[in-house]
């Protein structure tokens, strides 16, 4: 499991409470690998690759009102959808992704599961 996290401001459209007003989270970002066949060496992927692509993500919504950001104009930026977001990018050069966990706080999260 690889971890992460960035800083950001968002609001629920269409919510009723007081989600749907702008507010900030420090999002915590969990990737999760699986697979039954490791290298030559003995890792399934190399960590540090995995983190650099993670973080390539991460920097376009860190510190941001996400919003604002053309990923989120037509869909709200809610947990779920910024686990799949990810998901889906890292998959398309992580065949080893499982999953991907997104906090917005300690006690919440949301898991978008990697399809096969």
Known sequence: MIEDSFSAAHALRGYSGPCEN????????QVFL???KLNKIGILVDFKEVKAQLKKI???FDHHNLNDLPE????NPSCEIIAKLI???LK???KEL???TVFESEKTSAS???ST
């Open 98 to 100: 499982s999953k991907v």
């Open 112 to 114: 978008y599961f990697s």
């Open 72 to 75: 989120f104009k037509e869909q």
């Open 58 to 60: 991460l920097d376009k």
């Open 87 to 89: 998901c889906e990018t």
């Open 92 to 94: 398309k050069d992580l």
């Open 34 to 36: 699986q697979g039954n």
């Open 22 to 29: 702008l507010h900030g989270h420090t999002w915590k970002v």
